[in-house]
């Protein structure tokens, strides 16, 4: 792990100062290799399955672990994407003078050597290096013991992009041992690793921010909300209370607890209740949702605290919005959460109230994605108030520095 870090630090150094004609002529390079070895590909793959089978992994892990050829296509799609969005790095914001007649401005640099720690999902490997590469930044990769054989696959393409682009073939770096004292030293490593961005299950990011010696970007949960005002038209309501839920429900950015205002109550859980039981949601509310929706299962408090991610859903009504505040910030996660409503100073009010890293007026808690967000991709979301907060995209892995221009200027 020492030598990957190592190989990292200084591969760091030369993508730093990487032209951005040579960054995306990398990635289109991956692009062309990814679908030259689609057969190799899927033959490693294969292996990593059929291991997966024989280790009793569940049919939804083996789902995700599967490369098809529509998820190579989205990995293609995904590096010609992200070659196409503006580059950050070397990018000089606010420059203005003071009085001294210096300027002065904030220019944008990459974080340095990225540590993706992420399970399952084989196509990471390609989200979180075409982002890091972008980016100018050098990353070391460990993904999950299931994958290993798909991850070595895809990093073989990556490095045969790196030489054709002439960039450090270190720039990208799979961690080949399934070991997991690998992920201790890699979290351990301050003189190596700048950031550490672990993405899976709530276990594995509780010990990485508990462990780790160096800076983590990172969210526990999903614990996100939609609030029903009073003043909400009745139809984007009914139609986003919806879709917060059951668009996906193994997401982070799906809603969790529905909160609705006591005078609307009686009028829009009824009709949500039918819909949410067509779907198969199972409901779990207060005692007025319970006196509303008599099949309901009365919630605890615990229920206000779980990321079910899956068909449950807590509601609760409440007598304001200043209740509705008050909840979202006790129970809430920090992640997204919604407000619909048609009094502009309430949706004000609302944004600047709640604090959350997504906070949105009118629109489903769905939209909290990067690409949802224009950012092209993400490495993640962050619910914390460092840098980067919300989906973290190229800019969320840069880091700005103060430049300064004089003429001979002195402090007197």
Not at 277 to 290: A, F, K, M, N, T
Request: glycine share 8%.
């Amino acid at each position: 792990m020492h030598g990957l870090g190592r190989k990292a630090r200084e591969a760091s150094a030369g993508m730093a100062k990487a032209e951005t004609s040579d960054k995306n002529r990398a990635l289109l390079a991956i692009a062309e290799e990814l679908q030259a070895a689609r057969g190799a590909l899927r033959k490693a793959n294969a292996a990593d399955l059929e291991s997966g089978r024989e280790r009793g992994l569940d049919s939804a892990l083996l789902d995700r672990l599967e490369l098809t050829d529509a998820r190579i296509d989205t990995m293609v799609e995904n590096l010609e994407q992200v070659a196409a969005l503006p580059d950050p790095v070397g990018t000089i914001d606010d420059m203005k003078y003071v009085p001294s007649g210096i300027q002065i401005g904030q220019m944008r640099v990459p974080l340095g050597v990225i540590g993706i720690i992420y399970e399952s999902r084989p196509n990471v490997t390609i989200e979180a290096a075409s982002l890091c590469l972008k980016s100018g930044n050098a990353v070391i990769l460990r993904g999950g013991s299931e994958s290993i054989a798909s991850n070595q696959a895809i990093a073989a393409c990556v490095q045969k992009g790196l030489a054709k682009a002439g960039l450090p073939e270190a720039a990208v770096q799979v961690v080949e041992t399934t070991d997991r004292v690998a992920v201790g030293t890699l979290i351990a490593m301050p003189e190596y690793v700048d950031v550490i961005v672990p993405r899976g299950g709530k276990g594995l990011i509780e010990r990485i921010s508990k462990d780790a010696r160096v800076p983590v970007i990172k969210h526990l949960d999903g614990i996100c909300h939609v609030y029903l005002d009073d003043r909400a038209d009745v139809s984007k309501a009914v139609n986003i209370a919806i879709n917060a839920k059951t668009h996906r429900y193994g997401v982070c950015n799906a809603m969790e607890t529905l909160l609705v205002h006591q005078s609307v109550a009686d009028q829009l859980l009824p009709e949500l209740a039918t819909q949410y039981r067509e779907i198969g949601v199972e409901l779990r509310g207060c005692s007025e949702v319970c006196r509303i929706l008599p099949d309901a299962v009365a919630a605890t408090e615990e229920d206000w605290v779980t990321e079910y991610l899956g068909p449950v859903l807590s509601i609760k009504v409440v007598a304001d919005m200043d209740e509705a505040i008050a909840h979202i910030n006790r129970y809430g996660s920090h992640h997204t959460d919604a407000m619909v409503t048609e009094d502009y100073s309430r949706s004000r009010r609302f944004l600047r109230e709640v604090d959350s890293s997504s906070v949105m007026i009118n629109a489903s808690t769905r939209f909290a994605d990067g690409f949802e967000y224009g950012l092209g991709a993400e490495i993640g979301i962050s619910t914390d108030k460092i840098h980067a907060r919300g989906p973290v995209g190229l800019l969320g892995l840069t880091s700005q520095k103060y430049v300064v221009l004089g003429d001979g200027h002195i402090r007197k």
